[in-house]
Nanobody, 121 residues
Framework: QVQLVESGGGLVQAGGSLRLSCAASGRIVSINTMGWYRQAPGAQRELVAR???????DYADSVKGRFSISRDVAKNTVYLQMNSLKPEDTAVYYC???????????????WGQGTQVTVSS
């Protein structure tokens, strides 16, 4: 069993900062990618940022220059530093990871339960 545990969400004023973290635990051979998605009420879930095993990153246009994703491979943990937060960033943020848990077999996608981020104006 593999689990992703998120932390760091909460309330913040516009212009403020939050740092989210997500730690994967369980049977893990390797992790190919880790990332963050978000979903606001009445909206579709969208990619926020992701980082591959080799270190390459990808960001949604709406967060470029404000958010930064990083990864601690040894700790199976991914972080999302969110700066200059805006009310439109308000959403439930979900951690996602593509994890290999049996050697020589394709990996599987795993999701965290989500953490609420609320930005007040």
């Amino acid at each position: 069993q593999v689990q992703l545990v998120e932390s760091g969400g909460g309330l913040v004023q516009a212009g403020g900062s939050l740092r989210l973290s997500c730690a994967a635990s369980g049977r893990i051979v390797s992790i190919n990618t880790m990332g963050w998605y978000r979903q606001a009420p009445g909206a579709q879930r969208e990619l926020v940022a992701r980082v591959a095993n080799g270190g390459s990153t990808d960001y949604a246009d709406s967060v470029k220059g404000r958010f930064s994703i990083s990864r601690d491979v040894a700790k199976n943990t991914v972080y999302l530093q969110m700066n200059s937060l805006k009310p439109e960033d308000t959403a439930v943020y979900y951690c996602n990871a593509h994890i290999v848990n049996v050697a020589r077999f394709p990996g599987q996608l795993y999701w965290g339960q989500g953490t609420q981020v609320t930005v007040s104006s």
